[in-house]
């Protein structure tokens, strides 16, 4: 077993006891947390950008995709997460599992952390709301890889009214209806 395989048996065993007390995931999903969440965030790995060394994770929650992301590719990812008690499991997953990240506790709209070249994001929010969130964490030359179900063509048609951006639609490797969109160029109208 490689040692990123073992420290996300460590991530999902850590998960598992908080959530518990915590509703980290589902109560369904514990059964399922290596195909619906674990495999789900490692989808990005392809799409990530060459060479890249630092990401922001928006909303990370029980740590998707961010914290598996930083543990399974070694890329410091800035975690931000404003439920303080998500934040503590947070902390103590980077602690238990060594991985290379750092909580900010706080809203999206009040996090203070230069932009990064990648901003992920998973069940968040619709792109309109997310997209002016995503924007101001990101460098000119950055991607987006953002985690969609469903609706993802109707979320795209309402962003369009505010927002110019190159879209790559990659079909979920987990989800039916799902989508992960990359995009670039990002800037408003």
Do not use: Y
């Not at 195909?35 to 029980?62: F, K, N, W, Y």
């Not at 924007?135 to 985690?147: I, K, N, S, Y």
């Not at 469903?150 to 490797?173: F, G, H, I, Q, T």
């Amino acid at each position: 077993m490689s040692d990123s395989a073992a420290r996300l048996r460590r991530f999902v065993d850590l998960l598992l006891r908080w959530n518990a007390t915590l509703n980290l995931i589902g109560a369904r999903d514990a059964n399922v947390v290596w195909d619906r969440h674990i495999e789900d965030s490692l989808q990005l790995v392809p799409l990530m950008p060459p060479g890249i060394t630092r990401a922001i994770d928006l909303g990370t929650g029980g740590g998707f995709p961010g914290l598996v992301l930083a543990i399974a590719t070694g890329v410091a990812f800035d975690l931000i997460e404003s439920d303080r008690r998500k934040a503590s499991f947070l902390r103590t997953a980077i602690l238990e599992t060594t991985a290379c990240a750092t909580v900010h506790c706080c809203r999206i709209e009040d996090a203070v952390v230069p932009p990064a070249g990648l901003v992920t994001a998973r069940a968040l929010a619709p792109l309109p709301r997310l997209l002016p969130l995503a924007a101001r964490l990101l460098t000119d030359d950055g991607v987006c890889l953002l985690l969609k179900g469903a609706k993802a063509d109707e979320e795209l048609a309402a962003a369009d009214r505010d927002w110019v951006m190159d879209v790559e639609r990659v079909p979920s490797r987990t989800s039916v209806d799902g989508v992960v969109l990359r995009l670039t160029g990002l800037r408003r109208r």
